[in-house]
């Protein structure tokens, strides 16, 4: 019996699934997480069969202590993940410590983790990406937003998300931005005009493709995150050819094997100077692990079908026979709270009801990027998407 070990697999909760599936599939699965035992959720304790608890998850050492048991107990670790953005240094370091060959070691990460070492990689897929800079001093920094243009765009160079994210307009805002700035190391880049489409797919061994669609984020994330607005997204209905084209070539410029992937572009609404024409793909980031939040269990609703043990027969079996239902687009709103919305949750329930898949409270943890309230239906046209989000987001 191969032996999974399963990084914090109590968060996002639905992360159960994947812990499910693979020990359906005869894995031996064995959580670390630093939430207490009784504190997890029967369908998690039925999905394990060893969780080791640890005071605290950012504490090394007591995680490296933690697999050294499971593998003094159980035997050597063949697996080790967490499908987590914010673990994924922490996987790579424990994969290369316990000589764990079936996934990213530490030789690897600077390419996923740090915005500016990616860009090499989305030129070798023959994608342009924006100009960039890595910022050290007011002067250098300057000299390159006088080249590029205001407005400019700086945020942490290995950061998750849309955290620390800036827009800076002016040179002035820039000498703010200095005068308040962490000791984080930021990269700079030239404003890209447009909006988000990602590549989501769950990458075999080989390095191909077991399950692939995409989102649009019509909303921009920096937003969302820093000035607390309200957060929309949707799963497309299909994956257009040219998102398709670039992911898979992206994958493999990459050399992405055995495991989920979100891949983020700008597809430009103007023409831009230096990077392309409108409707062009721009590279923004690449994200190994699924999209965060509920996004596995949206790729279901609209597909019909359960990613969950997609991804665990790609662990098992190398391919998965599990089929695609019915394609629909599957939409979603974060609400914020504090605003005061045209449609409450009894008119939203009222004339969504039939289409709606979840709405729920989301925790501290993902509500600052995801909205406060959410709501996810699926729908069949463009036309229903949109005026969904208008219906959901309109203030009185």
């Given at each position: 019996m191969k032996n999974f070990v399963f990084i914090s697999p109590n968060f996002p909760d639905s992360y159960w699934k994947f812990c499910c599936e693979l020990k359906n599939n005869g894995l031996r699965v064995l959580g670390i997480g630093d939430c207490p035992y009784e504190q997890l959720s029967q369908e998690l304790k039925d999905?394990?069969?060893?969780?080791?608890?640890?005071?605290?998850?950012?504490?090394?050492?007591?995680?490296?202590?933690?697999?050294?048991?499971?593998?003094?107990?159980?035997?050597?670790?063949?697996?080790?993940?967490?499908?987590?953005?914010?673990?994924?240094?922490?996987?790579?370091?424990?994969?290369?410590?316990?000589?764990?060959?079936?996934?990213?070691?530490?030789?690897?990460?600077?390419?996923?983790?740090?915005?500016s070492e990616m860009k090499a990689y989305y030129a070798k897929a023959g994608i342009p990406t924006a100009r960039y800079h890595l910022v050290h001093d007011f002067d250098a920094a300057a000299t390159f937003a006088d080249r590029v243009g205001y407005p400019v765009v700086v945020k942490p160079d290995n950061g998750v998300g849309a955290s620390h994210t800036y827009r800076l307009r002016n040179r002035q805002e820039l000498e703010y931005f200095f005068a308040t700035k962490d000791n984080v190391q930021y990269i700079m880049e030239e404003l890209v005009i447009g909006y988000v489409r990602t590549y989501d797919a769950i990458i075999d061994g080989e390095g191909k493709p077991v399950f692939e669609t995409g989102n649009v984020t019509p909303s921009n994330l920096m937003d969302v995150v820093?000035?607390?607005?309200?957060?929309?997204?949707?799963?497309?209905?299909?994956?257009?050819?040219?998102?398709?084209?670039?992911?898979?070539?992206?994958?493999?410029?990459?050399?992405?094997?055995?495991?989920?992937?979100?891949?983020?572009?700008?597809?430009l609404t103007q023409d831009q100077a230096g990077l392309g024409k409108a409707g062009d793909l721009i590279g923004l980031e690449v994200n190994m692990r699924p999209a965060g939040g509920y996004t596995p269990d949206m790729y279901n609703y609209a597909f019909e079908t359960d990613v969950y043990?997609?991804?665990?027969?790609?662990?098992?079996?190398?391919?998965?026979?599990?089929?695609?239902?019915?394609q629909q687009f599957c939409a979603f709103v974060?609400?914020?709270?504090?605003?005061?919305?045209?449609?409450?949750?009894?008119?939203?329930?009222?004339?969504?009801?039939?289409?709606?898949?979840?709405h729920r409270r989301l925790p501290p943890a993902l509500a600052s990027a995801m909205g406060d309230q959410i709501y996810i239906v699926t729908l069949q046209t463009q036309e229903e998407v949109d005026t969904y989000f208008r219906d959901l987001l309109e203030e009185q």
């Amino acid at each position: 019996m191969k032996n999974f070990v399963f990084i914090s697999p109590n968060f996002p909760d639905s992360y159960w699934k994947f812990c499910c599936e693979l020990k359906n599939n005869g894995l031996r699965v064995l959580g670390i997480g630093d939430c207490p035992y009784e504190q997890l959720s029967q369908e998690l304790k039925d999905s394990l069969h060893e969780y080791y608890k640890v005071s605290n998850l950012e504490n090394y050492d007591e995680v490296f202590r933690a697999v050294a048991f499971l593998t003094y107990k159980h035997g050597k670790i063949d697996y080790l993940e967490s499908n987590n953005e914010y673990w994924l240094e922490r996987d790579a370091k424990l994969r290369t410590e316990f000589h764990i060959t079936t996934g990213f070691t530490e030789s690897d990460i600077a390419k996923v983790k740090y915005k500016s070492e990616m860009k090499a990689y989305y030129a070798k897929a023959g994608i342009p990406t924006a100009r960039y800079h890595l910022v050290h001093d007011f002067d250098a920094a300057a000299t390159f937003a006088d080249r590029v243009g205001y407005p400019v765009v700086v945020k942490p160079d290995n950061g998750v998300g849309a955290s620390h994210t800036y827009r800076l307009r002016n040179r002035q805002e820039l000498e703010y931005f200095f005068a308040t700035k962490d000791n984080v190391q930021y990269i700079m880049e030239e404003l890209v005009i447009g909006y988000v489409r990602t590549y989501d797919a769950i990458i075999d061994g080989e390095g191909k493709p077991v399950f692939e669609t995409g989102n649009v984020t019509p909303s921009n994330l920096m937003d969302v995150v820093n000035t607390g607005d309200n957060s929309i997204y949707y799963i497309v209905k299909e994956l257009p050819e040219q998102v398709r084209d670039a992911g898979r070539r992206t994958v493999e410029a990459f050399g992405v094997k055995g495991r989920f992937v979100h891949l983020e572009y700008f597809v430009l609404t103007q023409d831009q100077a230096g990077l392309g024409k409108a409707g062009d793909l721009i590279g923004l980031e690449v994200n190994m692990r699924p999209a965060g939040g509920y996004t596995p269990d949206m790729y279901n609703y609209a597909f019909e079908t359960d990613v969950y043990k997609i991804w665990a027969d790609m662990i098992a079996y190398g391919k998965s026979t599990k089929q695609l239902g019915a394609q629909q687009f599957c939409a979603f709103v974060g609400r914020r709270d504090g605003k005061s919305f045209v449609m409450d949750h009894d008119a939203i329930m009222a004339k969504y009801g039939s289409t709606m898949k979840m709405h729920r409270r989301l925790p501290p943890a993902l509500a600052s990027a995801m909205g406060d309230q959410i709501y996810i239906v699926t729908l069949q046209t463009q036309e229903e998407v949109d005026t969904y989000f208008r219906d959901l987001l309109e203030e009185q």
